[in-house]
């Protein structure tokens, strides 16, 4: 009899732990576990209320009540008497190596995973697994630490589906209910267009990469040109004043604080900007780091799962025209102005010296104006830097370079290119066409991943990826019920029910708001009506120094000013919209 038993060892053995039975219990199907292994496994299923058995899969309505098998028990421990100590061959498990879920004491490296067991076997502990099983099809892949992500959390099956409809992995059960007639097909394949998608955006990163790194050497050299240009043109101007009698002197000094300031504020815009290219370059190869990981991954519901984050990088940079310009600056018309001042006479000397100071401020403006108009790319967005400086105090009468826009083209001359941010976008907001549209579906919230920047649940607002920081227009054009159209610094709260959300109730944020019944603006909770808006199309213009902010209503013949803010920034400002449901708004 004992010969008996030994032989046919797998019959006492548990088909969970894969070990000899421990307190056995005999199901009404006839099937034994380990007291502890089947009371684990349905404490999984209690929340849906049917308790299965884990090898011939008889469901039970209700939890079964267990009795210890005695008969079972005896014999098992006969044979823990004369059963040998089982020795797992293979690898011990390294840090990042899954691990046998089955091995108690050191843990070897787990060479396949089922997907019907939720369990990773080392080679000994899977040829227990095939033994126990015998004429089973169970789901067997290579070893992976992701088993639950593979499984459907709602009918326990595996994940071998996914619906481009929602964007999301099912099991067969999913497909045949809640996404039934939907656009699907095998994650496998999935898995295979979007890795090659992933492959062209890595190759893109890293052209982008190269060309931002030429782009910082360039702009290190015109940095570097632009200092030179300015030591030279103050100590020419320092020559020619040393040449002119006592009275100029104070008339020196300020010629030396207008170059000075002409090549602080330039050069620290042209640091801000060789920062800003250093920190995309550093946050572009971290992308590359994750995409190229990611890339190796043989995983495909972890990789489709994490695949869905990365975007698409933009091909250019704003700061690429701004670096042309900076390149092309020269301080050389001051050296000829201040010269020419020193063939006049003395009597005529403070007449000629407000002529030439005006021609200087002018040159210099109209030069980065001009500069920037030939290097503008009206695909891209471009942050404008006036270089209209103030003039000295005795030059307070000469007026500005560059005058305030007039008419729909002289606004469009500083048209800017905005895109939004999926990251600050509110669950009920999607976007589309490029994050060009916006519109609010309550019924239909996205699955957007949490983010710190992103709006929660109360605010249906969105913010745009960049920001104003001289003079900026844009148009958007509107539908639905109300939208609210806005600015708002960075540091406008996200989270929580107070005010400091919501556009327009705090100090952070300015907007306007449309709909067929009424129009006003808000800023600090304060509220001022205006006439209706008759047209789809809004416009907005912003000259971030001069402290103006402005909306127009713009149709096909006119442009009328709704409503002018004249107040002082004090950060960047970034364009955002906040919606009604069913509303949409499109920037243009």
Not at 10 to 37: A, R
Request: charged share 25%; net charge negative.
């Amino acid at each position: 009899m004992a010969e008996v038993i030994s032989t046919n060892q797998d019959l006492f053995m548990c088909s969970i732990c894969l070990d000899l039975l421990k307190d056995p219990v005999t199901l009404s199907c006839g099937h034994n576990y380990c007291s502890g292994c089947i009371n684990g496994c349905w404490d999984q299923e209690d929340q849906k209320g049917v308790y299965s058995c884990p090898q011939c899969r008889k469901t039970f309505t209700t939890r079964p009540v267990l009795n210890k098998n005695n008969v079972i028990a005896e014999l098992v421990e006969e044979i823990r008497k004369t059963k040998p100590t089982i020795q797992c061959d293979g690898t011990d498990a390294d840090h990042g190596d899954v691990e046998c879920d089955i091995c108690s004491e050191g843990k070897l490296k787990a060479v396949k995973s089922c997907l019907d067991c939720l369990l990773s076997y080392c080679e000994t502990h899977f040829k227990v697994h095939n033994q126990l099983h015998p004429g089973r099809n169970h789901s067997i892949i290579g070893a992976t630490g992701h088993l639950q992500e593979r499984i459907c959390s709602l009918h326990k099956k595996a994940l071998d589906i996914f619906c481009r409809t929602d964007q999301s992995c099912i099991c067969y059960f999913c497909l045949m209910e809640e996404h039934k007639c939907h656009d699907t097909v095998s994650a496998a394949t999935e898995w295979s267009n979007k890795k090659e998608g992933l492959g062209v955006i890595q190759s893109r990163c890293q052209q982008t990469i190269q060309k931002r790194e030429k782009e910082v050497q360039e702009l290190r050299r015109a940095v570097d040109t632009l200092k030179s240009s300015a030591q030279s043109a103050v100590e020419h101007s320092d020559q020619m004043f040393d040449d002119i009698i006592r009275s100029v002197e104070r008339r020196r000094s300020e010629v030396t604080e207008l170059i000075r300031a002409q090549e602080k504020a330039e050069v620290s815009r042209a640091e801000e900007l060789l920062k800003e290219l250093e920190e995309e370059i550093s946050e572009l190869k971290k992308r590359v780091a994750e995409m190229e990981q990611l890339s190796h991954a043989n995983d495909h519901i972890h990789f489709l799962k994490n695949a869905g984050s990365i975007s698409d990088i933009p091909s250019s940079s704003p700061q690429t025209n701004m670096i042309l310009c900076y390149s092309c600056i020269s301080l050389e018309p001051v050296k000829t102005s201040v010269s020419a001042l020193k063939t006049q006479l003395q009597e005529k000397l403070d007449s000629i010296f407000k002529q030439e100071a005006a021609k200087i401020s002018a040159a210099v403006a109209m030069m980065v104006v001009e500069q920037s108009k030939e290097y503008t790319d009206p695909e891209l967005p471009f942050r404008r830097t006036d270089s209209n400086e103030l003039l000295p105090p005795f030059m307070s009468g000469v007026q500005t370079a560059i005058a305030e826009p007039v008419t729909r083209e002289d606004f469009l001359q500083y048209y800017c290119h905005f895109t939004l941010d999926p990251n600050t976008a509110n669950r009920s907001l999607h976007l589309s066409e490029g994050n060009r549209r916006v519109e609010r579906r309550d019924e239909a919230p996205q699955s957007y991943p949490d983010h710190p920047e992103r709006f929660d649940d109360r605010w249906k607002q969105v913010l745009c990826r960049e920001g104003v920081t001289g003079r900026c227009y844009w148009e958007v054009e509107w539908s639905g019920e109300e939208v609210n159209i806005a600015v708002a610094y960075k540091t406008i709260s996200r989270k929580g029910n107070k005010n400091p959300c919501w556009f327009g109730m705090n100090d952070q944020s300015w907007r306007l708001t449309v709909s067929h019944n009424q129009t006003y603006v808000r800023h600090i909770a304060i509220h001022t009506e205006l006439p209706l808006v008759a047209s789809s199309r809004v416009g907005v213009y912003v000259d971030h120094r001069a402290g103006t902010l402005a909306f127009y209503s713009i149709s096909d013949t006119m442009m009328t000013l709704l409503h002018k803010v004249q107040t002082t920034f004090s950060h960047t400002l970034y364009p955002g919209f906040a919606l009604q449901d069913g509303s949409s708004v499109k920037l243009l």
